[in-house]
């Protein structure tokens, strides 16, 4: 295919799903996909085999999960807003609120119409990045266990905690201490406790066994709460790439850059706000400097911004104008955050069946870059 393309595995997606299905069952929890993750609702038939619930962030997530999903979303924002709550509600089973403001403002409007929870903080997490931590101080996520009344507003029945990224079974077991410690006298008022996403279990080196074992230990003592996991990047890890193709090679002060027909700040940002370094097919990433006969390059994107491009790889061979540049596990976070910056071409999306046929879901055009200015 000549022009750039998403392509998401079926037979990895439901590898992942069988996994996060076993787990749920053998746990007696429940496990929902995050939106924020992952939205291509094209897949939403297979996931259906798998799982019943989504978690959202917005309106528009929640009728995602309503119109495409099938089913009422689990919703949490940091902030609800007059002219959109009540249709969100209508779109919720549950509804997580952020601050105690937000809950009084609004849970009249909720009524019985769905489950009601509060955010908590329990001012303890293991994520290094601090884009990505949630319990930083200063936070604006989550209400600390010293704002808390000593008996909670009747129709709180859940609390919400999300302390992960991309994290392991023992980073939970870390967590559930400090949740525990600071929240669990609160535990016999509630219904429900959701540990939020982060909890990478399709990864190679995850201990899903010791997850399954935590969670039944806190089944054990607290058996009146359901238990629920959100993750996101779990259910579409490692599940396809993003394929590109080299469109120019250029080089400037002994540094030779191969530029692509995508970009790193359109269409792979969490490269470049991270950051991490994407694995790429056929190629090693290396610090340090080598010659140029070494088959080195800096690999650069098609957008305006200066910044677009990443690191070094050295190649087994010189590349070459029309070849793929195919970077892996480009489809959790990635797809959902993609952006039309400078109307440069975004990449189609395809999914290879099981039967080997890669089916293309969707392709844009400049109409959809129009669109977004009307």
């Known amino acids: 295919m000549s022009t750039p393309i998403y392509i998401i595995e079926e037979q990895k997606l439901r590898r992942n799903l069988s996994l996060i299905a076993d787990v749920a069952q053998r746990a007696d929890v429940e496990i929902i996909l995050a939106f924020k993750a992952f939205a291509l609702w094209k897949t939403f038939p297979i996931f259906r085999e798998y799982i019943r619930s989504t978690t959202a962030s917005s309106l528009a997530e929640a009728r995602l ?21 009540d249709e969100i509600v209508s779109c919720s089973s549950h509804l997580t609120f952020n601050s105690l403001s937000q809950y009084e403002r609004y849970h009249a409007r909720v009524g019985d119409k769905a489950s009601i929870g509060l955010r908590v903080n329990p001012e303890y997490s293991e994520v290094e990045t601090l884009l990505y931590n949630p319990c930083a101080p200063g936070t604006r996520f989550g209400v600390s266990a010293d704002k808390l009344p000593e008996v909670l507003p009747a129709d709180i029945e859940g609390f919400h905690c999300h302390c992960h990224c991309e994290s392991g079974a023992d980073v939970l077991e870390r967590t559930l201490v400090h949740i525990e410690g600071k929240f669990s006298r609160w535990f016999p008022q509630l219904k429900w406790l959701n540990l939020g996403g982060g909890h990478l279990m399709t990864r190679k080196d995850y201990d899903v066994e010791r997850l399954i074992r935590i969670l039944k230990g806190l089944h054990e003592r607290y058996p009146w709460l359901q238990i629920i996991l959100e993750p996101g ?12 193709h080299v469109v120019d090679v250029v080089e400037d002060k002994g540094i030779r850059t191969a530029i692509l027909d ?45 910044g677009d491009f990443m690191g070094q790889w050295q190649f087994d061979h010189e590349l070459q104008v029309g070849e793929e540049v195919i970077f892996e596990d480009m489809i959790h976070y990635t797809t959902v955050k993609t952006t ?28 959809d870059y129009f669109s977004r200015m009307d």
Not at 341 to 367: K, Q, Y
Request: negative net charge.
């Open 65 to 85: 999960a309503v119109e495409k999903f099938g089913a009422k979303a689990h919703t949490f924002s940091p902030a609800y807003t007059d002219d959109e709550i």
């Open 233 to 244: 990047s779990a259910f579409a890890w490692q599940t396809g790439p993003l394929v590109s």
């Open 262 to 306: 995508v970009s790193f700040t359109c269409h792979m940002p969490d490269c470049l706000e991270m950051p991490y370094y994407p694995e790429v097919r056929g190629a090693r990433h290396v610090e340090m400097d080598l010659p140029l006969s070494a088959h080195l390059y800096r690999l650069g994107g098609n957008s305006c911004l200066s």
């Open 340 to 367: 039309m910056f400078n109307g440069i071409t975004h990449p189609a999306i395809g999914m290879l069946h099981t039967d080997g046929i890669l089916e293309v879901l969707r392709r844009f055009s400049c109409d």
